[in-house]
């Protein structure tokens, strides 16, 4: 692996507020050994906005994974030069913002995509097979065989075809699914390279067996999936959603798993994060995980590796230019 250059800067402060590049040992010290001058976030909690802007309130520079970045969390970051981001959403960031304020934004696409895409076909697997609700009914000594159904075979809608969409129909080319895409996009190349059918939203919605999301979070997908979308999807059919909370309404979604009006669906992403409400996560045609879709060991490596770069490399150029 490239090893990263120290960069040519006066020992920048460098403020990292997220939990999970804090708990990576190596990923700490990458950033300690050419930002000898970092700082994390010890406190075990995400920060409340106002801890985060007493965190950044002296920082040269920030690595920020969710934490929601605007002009009042700024106010007082008046060092501030760069924001690194560790991770690919960008929709926490006001760019806008950071463009009047002159903050430079450090960002690399895709670098999570392998690991959010195995999420969303595990999900696919363990709800069709009944791999969940089998084996919570097992660990509560319920002895049910039902084995579900195999995955192979069903037609599978994948909203949102960018890296993570793409490298998940990638992993169910071997799957023989009917594979039906709709992305604002023209993806017609690439779904004609990969045995796919790029289509608009209302068919995907009501011929899909699986429906899985994979879109930004903006004004065109928020709360995308909510009355309309949900009663047009079979009643077999399940939805699963690694890509933003807000995409979904989770209160129609709620109304419809208590109906049954779908078979289920399965969520790694949530409006609110931690989720509270507990009668929804008790549903058991709901399956949940707490945010880890990027989060497997070689991606947050991946994408803390990215950070730091778009760091080394400003820092660098700062110094040339001065």
Same mark, same amino acid.
């Given at each position: 692996r490239k090893q990263t250059q120290s960069p040519a800067?006066?020992?920048?402060?460098?403020?990292?507020?997220s939990i999970s590049f804090g708990k990576s040992a190596i990923l700490r010290k990458e950033l300690e050994r050419v930002f000898p001058n970092s700082f994390f976030n010890e406190s075990g909690h995400i920060f409340s906005e106002a801890e985060l802007? %007493?965190? *950044? +309130?002296?920082?040269?520079? @920030?690595?920020?994974? #969710?934490?929601?970045?605007?002009?009042?969390?700024?106010?007082?970051?008046?060092?501030?030069?760069?924001?690194?981001?560790?991770?690919?959403?960008?929709?926490n960031i006001d760019q %806008?913002? *950071? +463009?009047?304020?002159?903050? @430079?934004?450090?960002? #690399?696409?895709?670098?999570?995509?392998?690991s959010a895409s195995e999420l969303a076909l595990c999900?696919?697997?363990?709800?069709?097979?009944?791999?969940?609700?089998?084996?919570?009914?097992l660990k509560r000594s319920q002895w049910e065989k039902e084995g579900g159904q195999q995955l192979t075979g069903k037609t599978v809608g994948i909203i949102g075809c960018g890296n993570i969409g793409s490298d998940l129909i990638n992993l169910l080319t071997p799957l023989q699914c009917t594979l039906l895409v709709c992305d604002i996009?023209?993806?017609?190349?690439?779904?004609?390279?990969?045995?796919?059918?790029?289509?608009?939203?209302?068919?995907?919605?009501?011929?899909?067996?699986?429906?899985?999301?994979?879109?930004?979070?903006?004004s065109l997908t928020t709360k995308m999936v909510g009355e309309k979308f949900l009663s047009r999807m079979k009643p077999t059919a399940y939805l699963i959603n690694t890509?933003?909370?807000?995409?979904?309404?989770?209160?129609?979604?709620?109304?419809?798993?208590?109906?049954?009006?779908?078979?289920?669906?399965?969520?790694?992403?949530?409006?609110?994060?931690?989720?509270?409400?507990e009668e929804f996560l008790s549903l058991p045609n709901l399956m949940v995980t707490p945010h880890i879709g990027g989060n497997a060991k070689e991606a947050v490596e991946a994408m803390g590796r990215a950070a730091i770069q778009h760091l080394v490399s400003f820092f660098r150029n700062f110094q040339a230019r001065d």
């Open positions: 800067s006066s020992n920048p402060r460098v403020a990292t507020p802007v %007493e965190f *950044l +309130k002296d920082a040269d520079a @920030a690595i920020i994974g #969710t934490e929601i970045i605007t002009d009042q969390i700024l106010n007082k970051a008046s060092r501030l030069k760069i924001i690194s981001k560790y991770g690919v959403g960008l929709d %806008e913002v *950071l +463009k009047s304020r002159n903050i @430079a934004l450090g960002w #690399t696409g895709g670098t999570n995509r392998r999900f696919m697997l363990g709800l069709c097979r009944n791999v969940f609700g089998a084996g919570y009914k996009v023209d993806k017609s190349k690439f779904c004609q390279e990969h045995n796919a059918k790029q289509t608009d939203l209302e068919n995907l919605v009501t011929k899909s067996d699986i429906i899985s999301l994979h879109v930004p979070l903006t890509c933003r909370g807000d995409v979904v309404d989770q209160g129609v979604l709620k109304k419809y798993l208590m109906q049954g009006s779908i078979a289920g669906a399965a969520l790694d992403v949530f409006a609110e994060e931690p989720p509270t409400d």
